[in-house]
Structure formats: structure tokens, C-alpha cells
């Protein structure tokens, strides 16, 4: 089964500052990886996936992801932060038909 | 269109009460589940049926029971709800191809007293 650990459980940037947030899955293969948005009182929203192919993914709003198969990571990155952008994130992992999320990063941006 | 819709969005129960949350998707998705949100601990998947007719326990399966009641609806009842049960639930549905993503409901939210 995939297990998903997201580091760090809160993330206070500057707007306009690079937002990064972390995520490491262990898998005895490379997994399906997916990072999701949820804004407050709503579901989640896909922000972007890899399945195959080129490792540097682009999402919506601007975020990217990297996957790194000998790192067993898939971080998550914005250059310029907005207020718009204050929200949980997660990550998640796909395997057997069923996505593995991490406990959640939320992200809270400073004017 | 609708995606996935849960019913009700808010509820209140009584320890010991019953309740079914219903979740229905319009985009004729294989596969549907059924998530627990609480604080810190992200989501953790409780049922999910990876096909019409098929039901599977997740990570928290225990005082939950769900029905694939056909290719668009799947409920999830909590025959004695526990405070313990309080949460925001969550429904999702995909295709089955592997690399199909979930398309999630705006939740449930419930308190048990």
C-alpha cells in the first residue's frame, strides 16, 4: 500500500514568495501522484497529477511539481504567492484502485 | 453538470441515531468512494466500490456500511453513530483507468452529540 508523508503541517509565505511544500511516498514502484487543493468549506480540486512521462508536471494557478523517482518525492512549487492561494493542500498517491492522501499542508499567505 | 453530489450538507444526530449520507455522480465513473476529513489527519478512505455490485473496506471501515446502489449512487450509513464519528465526509468517483483522478463532493458535514 502507498503511504504519503507530507512535511510540515503549516506554511506561512509572503506574497509574491516562492511557495514550496513537500511530499515523499514510498513505493516499491513509481506510483500514480496527484497534489489537491481544498478551499475552506468546499472539496478538493485537483491542482495537477504524473502518471508517466516527463517528471516536471505543470498544474493549474501557476503550480508546478517535480517528481524525483531516487528522491521518492514530488514537491510541490508556486514562484510568486498570492492571497488567492491560501488554502490546504494534499498530496495523494494512487494504487489497488485507491488514493493514499497525506495529513495536509495549509498555507497561508502575508501581504 | 453536477459532478458528484452529497446529500445532506449538514447534519446533527443523537448518539445511538441512524443516518445514510447519499452520494450520486453524473459522469459515469467506474469507481466510488467514500473519505472522513479530520483535522491533521488529512483524508482516510473508508468504503470505496471499484465497480457496480463491489464494496471494499478501506482504512476505517469500523460503524460504517455502504450500498453501490448502481453505476451512479453510493451511500454510506452509520447504523449507531458515536461521537467519534463527528467528521466532514467526502465522496469521490473516477474512472478506472490507472491514471484517472478522483472528482470529490463538497462534503458532509457531521456532528454527533
Known amino acids: 500500500a502507498q503511504s504519503v508523508t507530507q512535511l510540515g503541517s503549516h506554511v506561512s509565505v509572503s506574497e509574491g514568495a516562492l511557495v514550496l511544500l513537500r511530499c515523499n511516498y514510498s513505493?516499491?514502484?513509481?506510483?500514480?501522484l496527484f497534489w489537491y487543493v481544498q478551499y475552506p468549506n468546499q472539496g478538493l480540486q485537483l491542482l495537477l497529477k504524473y502518471t508517466t512521462g516527463a517528471t516536471l508536471v505543470k498544474g493549474i494557478n501557476g503550480f508546478e511539481a517535480e517528481f524525483k523517482k531516487s528522491e521518492t518525492s514530488f514537491h510541490l512549487t508556486k514562484p510568486s504567492a498570492h492571497m488567492s492561494d491560501a488554502a490546504e493542500y494534499f498530496c495523494?498517491?494512487?494504487?489497488?484502485?485507491?488514493?493514499?492522501f497525506g495529513a495536509g499542508t495549509t498555507v497561508t499567505v502575508r501581504a | 453538470n453536477a459532478g458528484v453530489t452529497q446529500t445532506p450538507k449538514f447534519q446533527v444526530l443523537k448518539t445511538g441515531q441512524s443516518m445514510t449520507l447519499q452520494c450520486a455522480q453524473d459522469?459515469?465513473?467506474?469507481?466510488m468512494y467514500w473519505y472522513r476529513q479530520d483535522p491533521g489527519m488529512g483524508l482516510r478512505l473508508i468504503y470505496y466500490?471499484?465497480?457496480?455490485?463491489?464494496?471494499d473496506k478501506g482504512e476505517v471501515p469500523n460503524g460504517y456500511n455502504v450500498s453501490r446502489l448502481n453505476k451512479r449512487e453510493f451511500s454510506l450509513r452509520l447504523e449507531s453513530a458515536a461521537p467519534s464519528q463527528t467528521s466532514v465526509y467526502f465522496c469521490?468517483?473516477?474512472?478506472?483507468?490507472?491514471?484517472?483522478?478522483?472528482?470529490f463532493g463538497e462534503g458532509s458535514r457531521l456532528t454527533v452529540l
Open positions: 513505493s516499491s514502484v513509481p506510483p500514480y
Open positions: 495523494a498517491a494512487l494504487g489497488d484502485y485507491k488514493l493514499s
Open positions: 459522469m459515469n465513473h467506474n469507481s
Open positions: 466500490s471499484a465497480s457496480e455490485g463491489t464494496t
Open positions: 469521490a468517483s473516477r474512472f478506472n483507468r490507472e491514471t484517472g483522478e478522483l472528482f
